[in-house]
T-cell receptor
Framework: AQKVTQAQTEISVVEKEDVTLDCVYETRDTTYYLFWYKQPPSGELVFLIRRNSFDEQNEISGRYSWNFQKSTSSFNFTITASQVVDSAVYFCALGGGYQKVTFGIGTKLQVIP | GAGVSQTPSNKVTEKGKYVELRCDPISGHTALYWYRQSLGQGPEFLIYFQGTGAADDSGLPNDRFFAVRPEGSVSTLKIQRTERGDSAVYLC?????????????FGPGTRLTVL
């Protein structure tokens, strides 16, 4: 069985602060994929990143960065210098050898101007 | 290009009625997924289509739920004898390549309310 835990249900930060969203996963698959999606107030989920289990390199994309550590089964997401437009619900998701994807409960991020 | 579209955007029905929810995936995307999202929760997997066939329907909650994709493009999620517990946002997503788990492109969802 697959499981994704996002322990932080809500986070508030002041604009320009850095913030890290935690994601811990459980799977028995040796090959699996991890994802982050953003769901802004408008409601539509937007893909941010995909990582496979064999690639533990950290990734940076602009103000976004991701830290994948198999040893701790974590795939954390950091936003540097947060902006009001970053306010949204962020979902971590896990998929295994089959196509079923398991989403976490989400972390609601509020960036206060 | 056009994204994933879903119709209707809102559906209000009475307990016991039958409903159909439609999904138009991105053109050329062979993989199609249905999810259900309740308030304050993440999307919950329902079914995955690889082309015309349902490759994984393990998330369908019971036999009142059924989905089809007869020509490998548009998909319809059908719910019989609706119950109040079926109220949720139903999301459709498509992906460019079946068989390999890739990023999914989500539609805006259909909000189903069962009175």
């Amino acid at each position: 069985a697959q499981k994704v835990t996002q322990a932080q249900t809500e986070i508030s930060v002041v604009e320009k602060e850095d913030v890290t969203l935690d994601c811990v996963y459980e799977t028995r698959d040796t090959t699996y994929y991890l994802f982050w999606y953003k769901q802004p107030p408008s409601g539509e989920l937007v893909f941010l990143i995909r990582r496979n289990s064999f690639d533990e390199q950290n990734e940076i994309s602009g103000r976004y960065s991701w830290n994948f550590q198999k040893s701790t089964s974590s795939f954390n997401f950091t936003i540097t210098a947060s902006q009001v437009v970053d306010s949204a619900v962020y979902f971590c998701a896990l998929g295994g050898g089959y196509q079923k994807v398991t989403f976490g409960i989400g972390t609601k991020l509020q960036v206060i101007p | 290009g056009a994204g994933v579209s879903q119709t209707p955007s809102n559906k209000v029905t009475e307990k016991g009625k039958y409903v159909e929810l439609r999904c138009d995936p991105i053109s050329g995307h062979t993989a199609l997924y249905w999810y259900r999202q309740s308030l304050g929760q993440g999307p919950e997997f329902l079914i995955y289509f690889q082309g015309t066939g349902a490759a994984d329907d393990s998330g369908l909650p019971n036999d009142r739920f059924f989905a089809v994709r007869p020509e490998g493009s548009v998909s319809t999620l059908k719910i019989q004898r609706t119950e109040r517990g079926d109220s949720a946002v139903y999301l459709c997503a498509s992906s460019p390549q079946a068989g390999v788990l890739r990023e999914q492109f989500f539609g805006p969802g259909t909000r189903l309310t069962v009175l």
